[in-house]
T-cell receptor, first 113, second 113 residues
Framework: GAVVSQHPSRVICKSGTSVKIECRSL??????MFWYRQFPKKSLMLMAT?????????EQGVEKDKFLINHASLTLSTLTVTSAHPEDSSFYIC?????????FGSGTRLTVV | QKEVEQNSGPLSVPEGAIASLNCTYS??????FFWYRQYSGKSPELIMF????GDKEDGRFTAQLNKASQYVSLLIRDSQPSDSATYLC?????????????FGKGTLLTVNP
């Protein structure tokens, strides 16, 4: 149990375009999901906490208008990177909190060219 | 002072040896402690969690928590080359609806055959 599906696993986009990343809890309901970003050889940095049916809570320094988060159901949260730039290239990982604790998605490698 | 600190390593041990990974945290209100393993290019996977002072064993892994010293460790017995990865310590401050985890930078472990 406690499987989190994240896709796409890898995406390359042009600078200025938007990219949507989906995170689904497959066999449990997740009232809270988290979005992280990880740069090479660095640790996970929490970007925002997403609660079903309410606005996401962003960490300091994270632009909420650039990183749009929607958590419309108990099993789906999406992160949209708007007007992506090369410096947004990173590994984005979601995590869902369920009864068994925190389960991570497989991550999305975003490359902005 | 960083919230969660880990020695970045690399920590190198021979196959079959005990690997000892350490983590300190600054927030005395922290109540839950997690160890994750992350292979290069992959998302973290939970090894174990601990809430109470003392030791908690799960197979070859033992987590140790000392809240007075604000210290948590992970011992890996009979280390295998497949244990080579980055180990992330994560801490959750308890209470209310604050479920977010704070991660350390991770310790890179290399197990040599």
């Amino acid at each position: 149990g406690a499987v989190v599906s994240q896709h796409p696993s890898r995406v390359i986009c042009k600078s200025g375009t938007s990219v949507k990343i989906e995170c689904r809890s497959l066999d449990f309901q997740a009232t809270t999901m988290f979005w992280y970003r990880q740069f090479p050889k660095k640790s996970l940095m929490l970007m925002a906490t997403s609660n079903e049916g309410s606005k996401a809570t962003y960490e300091q320094g994270v632009e909420k208008d650039k990183f749009l988060i929607n958590h419309a159901s108990l099993t789906l949260s999406t992160l949209t990177v708007t007007s992506a730039h090369p410096e947004d290239s990173s590994f984005y990982i979601c995590s869902a909190r369920g009864a068994l604790g925190y389960t991570f998605g497989s991550g999305t490698r975003l490359t902005v060219v | 002072q960083k919230e969660v600190e880990q020695n970045s390593g690399p920590l190198s041990v021979p196959e079959g040896a005990i690997a000892s990974l350490n983590c300190t945290y600054s927030d005395r209100g922290s109540q839950s402690f997690f160890w994750y393993r992350q292979y290069s290019g992959k998302s973290p996977e939970l090894i174990m969690f601990i809430y109470s002072n003392g030791d908690k064993e799960d197979g070859r892994f033992t987590a140790q928590l000392n809240k007075a010293s604000q210290y948590v460790s992970l011992l890996i017995r009979d280390s295998q080359p497949s244990d080579s990865a980055t180990y992330l310590c994560a801490v959750r401050r308890g209470g209310g609806s604050n479920y977010k985890l704070t991660f350390g930078k991770g310790t890179l472990l290399t197990v040599n055959p």
